[in-house]
DNA sequence: CTCGCCAGGCTTTTT
DNA sequence: GCCTGGCGAG
């Protein structure tokens, strides 16, 4: 029975879930009903004939999304929908490397590096080259970048200007060179590839060559290799969707760019373009909220959100004096509304960076309440469970140089710099791979400068190696790596360890994770083999988090792992200068990194169902010391009419002194929680919620641990400071006052303290001496 | 060659 | 404030 579109779809969803042919570029807005759109499209072409399962790939950015979007279909087309090829950019390119290595020339048990694996490469690199290792990020990044763009070493034309670029091309070469002798793939290079055999032999690839029909999601996060490679299958192609919010880019940093989906009607002009602004998750004031942040952009496909639903709570704003404060603020907060039904699955704390979890995990586990982190530490590269996965690539394929180089010496065999740079000496003299070298004669190794015990140790160890080999060939991965951990007696050596029997555990997680693989394969008729779960490794950060009981706990994550979520409450915290803008935006002077920051705010906003709150703190630790912070630009841009008819809470820190004076007769009539008083243990939070007298901005609303002195500090009235008066500081003591900038909240004072040298601070931390 | 200590860098964000 | 990598002693 085909599904009733017209009754589950709106207009607009219902032209984009069934247009056709030919390509469709879909602009969906946050909240529009984007996936249930790509869902619909991908059954509704199943069902209405036009394509088998089998000839339908769908593809997005993350594991998350895409394992999402397989269980929709799923649903949608019960049986079916396995059949379709529904995974990531990153995956989807591995599998076509993997069915047409022979044609690429590439290992059958080729390995991928991720990052950490291939910046490692090049520092080895450039330590060859003798290039200087403050250079080397630089170099990482510029070969990262260019492979964002499909841009082989030998098409690399640097600028005359370029100074560095004459080197990148360079150790580039070498980079792809090495990576080649190690038949490995790094996460570049699997779009780089996968794009070489849809332009080349696409037929080379039995799952690339029977597909006709692709929707693409997140297209505002393409690189330019990946749209490459959506151009180039494009022709072959029944009808092609490609779906996407420019609003939500926030990836340009990892070389994505809006670009390819501003300009996919001009690459396609028979595109037929479908625009969704119809929100179904937030209410009427965080739309509002949103749309008036994400205005500020210059060069949006300028659309906005609406929604039939209600105004909603108004949103709440609150500054908090430290970032301790504010994550046992939003916690207390948070577990009223649990204690008011919300359930706490439905609650999310949203930062910009991943360091900002720290004091809110301390303050939720004091409070006792559950929670999952999403991104965060990955399971993956832990240090012990890299070392087992090395010893498992190099089953699959022995000549990875940086998994042999991890674990020649892991346990400790003898094996040290001088041997291991003697034995890649000889591998680069016979153009082998280090494995190879382990096999070359005597007199090669001597050649090298290696004495007799150094070849004896290397010799054990690829025997060690070899027999490992011989043992795990055609074995599931569980088996292989209970081989390995044996062979190596590398539980032995974890147990010599302090933290060894956490790290133990971690190993027996890794063979759960190789059990689960091998009951996916089962269940998908595909055989379990060591490669396919390698690929799973390298490509999924592995989170244990999305674990069953996640009904009970409150979610923590950055606002890019946010994006695609939903929450009925969400906390986006550290709403400030430095922090949201990143302080790397703002001195950048760069305008497209700001507006990135801005879509970033916009993307955690929108994520909202029905309470947003947003808090931000005066002074925070940044890498152990104090920085004072400022409310985010992002907030102070907005209209003080807007606010005050949206927001409500600590108002006073975002809007100028006139507009709140305006503002205050309206903040009354808000309601206001009874002020109260928590007693926990040994930490003691106060509130202070009643609103502040206009006269006197004090902005904080909770203290915690604070010494006395500082609790007593109040912000001077309009922060006059004379130049040559003296002042006094919580942290630096006594100073004088060289000079002032900025007035009312944002004035800060130039200080010098005899003892810490010149400082600038805000004027609200200072006393008068 | 290994172990342990210290300095310095690090924080954006992820496949 | 924490971790890594580099360096020096044994």
């Not at 996936?35 to 059954?43: E, M, P």
């Not at 346990?411 to 153009?431: F, V």
């Not at 088996?479 to 190993?507: C, F, K, P």
């Not at 922090?579 to 906003?605: H, K, M, Q, T």
């Amino acid at each position: 029975m085909p599904l009733p579109l017209d009754k589950l779809l709106n207009p607009q969803q219902l032209e984009a879930a069934t247009w056709p042919e030919g390509p469709v570029c879909i602009v969906a807005g946050a909240g529009s009903g984007k996936t249930r759109v790509i869902t619909h499209r991908l059954a509704h072409l199943v069902e209405t004939g036009r394509a088998r399962p089998e000839e339908c790939l769908a593809v997005t950015f993350t594991n998350k999304a895409a394992r999402e979007l397989r269980d929709r279909v799923d649903v949608l087309l019960p049986g079916t929908a396995y059949r379709m090829w529904v995974s990531t950019f990153h995956s989807a390119a591995a599998r076509i490397l993997r069915e047409a290595h022979g044609y690429l020339g590439l290992p059958r048990g080729f390995v991928i590096y991720d990052q950490d694996d291939s910046v490692r490469l090049i520092k080895q690199i450039c330590g060859e080259l003798n290039i200087a290792k403050d250079l080397i990020s630089t170099y990482a990044h510029r070969i990262e970048q260019l492979k964002h763009q499909a841009i082989p070493p030998e098409k690399f034309e640097p600028d005359p200007f370029d100074i560095p670029g004459k080197r990148v091309r360079e150790v580039y070469t070498a980079y792809e060179a090495r990576l080649a002798r190690a038949g490995a793939v790094d996460f570049g290079g699997l779009i780089v590839l996968a794009l070489k055999v849809a332009r080349e032999n696409p037929e080379a690839s039995y799952s690339l060559g029977r597909i006709r029909h692709a929707v693409v999601d997140e297209y505002q996060d393409v690189n330019r290799a990946q749209a490459a490679l959506v151009e180039t299958l494009a022709p072959r192609l029944g009808s092609l969707a490609v779906v996407g919010d420019d609003d939500q880019s926030i990836y340009r940093w990892r070389g994505a760019s809006a670009y390819s989906l501003l300009q996919f009607t001009e690459t396609f002009p028979a595109t037929h373009q479908v625009r969704l602004e119809e929100n179904y998750r937030s209410t009427g004031r965080i739309l509002k909220l949103a749309n008036e942040i994400i205005r500020q952009n210059p060069g949006r496909l300028t659309k906005e959100l609406w929604t039939r639903a209600d105004d909603g709570p108004m949103i709440r704003l609150r500054q908090l004096r430290d970032d301790r404060s504010e994550a046992a603020w939003a916690v207390d907060d948070s577990l009223e509304a649990i204690r008011t039904g919300t359930r706490p699955s439905e609650l999310a704390f949203l930062y910009r960076t991943n360091a900002q979890s720290r004091p809110l995990e301390e303050a939720l586990h004091r409070a006792r309440i559950r929670y999952r982190i999403l991104g965060g530490l990955r399971f993956y590269e832990r240090r012990e469970v890299k070392d087992v996965v090395s010893y498992l690539r190099l089953v699959a394929n022995p000549d990875s140089e940086m998994d042999l180089r991890r674990i020649i010496n892991v346990p400790a065999r003898a094996i040290g710099d001088t041997t291991l740079s003697q034995l890649a000496a000889a591998a680069q003299a016979a153009k082998v791979s280090l494995w190879g070298a382990l096999a070359l004669p005597e007199e090669a190794l001597a050649a090298a400068g290696m004495k007799a015990a150094g070849r004896t140790k290397l010799r054990e160890f690829g025997t060690m190696l070899g027999e490992l080999r011989a043992a795990c060939a055609g074995r599931a991965p569980a088996v292989a790596i209970t081989e390995v951990i044996a062979r190596t007696a590398y539980d032995q050596h974890l147990r010599l360890e302090e933290d060894g029997q956490e790290r133990l555990d971690n190993l027996a997680s890794l063979a759960r994770a190789a059990n689960d693989y091998e009951e996916d394969a089962r269940r998908a008729n595909e055989p379990a083999t060591l490669e396919a779960f390698l690929e799973r490794v390298s490509l999924e950060s592995g989170d244990e988090n999305e674990g069953a009981d996640s009904a009970e706990s409150v979610t923590l994550m950055t606002l890019h792992s946010a994006k695609g979520l939903e929450f009925d409450a969400v906390y986006v915290m550290g709403v400030e200068e430095d922090v949201l803008p990143s302080a790397r935006a703002v001195s950048s002077e760069d305008a497209e990194a700001l507006n990135e920051e801005r879509r970033l705010a916009y993307v955690g906003f929108t994520r909202a169902r029905r309470r947003l709150t947003l808090s931000m703190c005066q002074q925070r630790l940044v890498f152990g010391e104090i920085r004072y912070g400022t409310p985010s630009r992002f907030l102070r841009e907005l209209p003080p009419s807007f606010v005050r008819e949206h927001l409500v809470g600590d108002l006073h820190a975002i809007l100028p002194r006139a507009a709140l004076a305006s503002a205050m007769p309206r903040f009354d009539r808000a309601p206001r929680p009874e002020p109260r008083s928590v007693d926990r243990g040994e930490t003691r939070v106060v509130y202070d919620d009643a609103p502040t007298a206009p006269r006197r901005p004090r902005a904080t609303t909770a203290v915690l641990d604070l010494d006395v002195d500082e609790r007593d500090m109040v912000a001077p009235r309009g922060g006059g400071f004379a130049p040559g008066s003296g002042v006094l500081h919580a942290q630096y003591g006594r100073g004088t006052v060289e000079g002032v900038t900025g007035t009312g909240d944002n004035a800060r004072v130039d200080v010098f303290f005899p003892e810490h040298g010149q400082k600038r601070i805000v004027a609200k931390y200072l006393r008068r001496a």
